[in-house]
């Protein structure tokens, strides 16, 4: 018997991965934002801060505490920037998010096209007749597509 070279070994890509290696440390932090933003504790820290500023801006600390007087034009300005900024790191997070789905639709179309391609060659293997096999999928796909429609 000869021996005869070994194959290298079928090298899938995981979402993951490819992921991962698209995202730089700006990318981090505008992900580590976003994910705080979005909390309850945001929130609740955001409450907290607006009651502080207006409670001593109204000189309830007496007239030394006041820095911006009503009708609060400092803290106007200073969430409007958070807000702009803010928006900006959810689309910057968004934008990943969607990079991220279609790295996931590649790898399913790649996944999908491998499958055919072992599909048909383990089926000539066995002697199925692909014309006929694919005849019963378009079947079942219009069968499918028709139920799908009476729902609507």
Known sequence: MGTSPRRPAVKIKHEQDVVA?????????????TAFAGTMTFVYLHALWFAVWIVCNE???GKGAIWDPYPFGLLT????????????FVMVSQNRQAARENVRADLDFETNVRSEVWAVHMGRALGVDPVEVEHRVQELLKENRARMNEGH
Do not use: C, H, K, N
């Open 59 to 61: 000189g309830v600390f």
């Open 77 to 88: 300005m200073i969430v409007s920037l958070e807000a702009i900024f803010l928006s900006t």
């Open 21 to 33: 290696r698209m995202r730089g440390t700006q990318d981090r932090i505008a992900d580590a934002i």
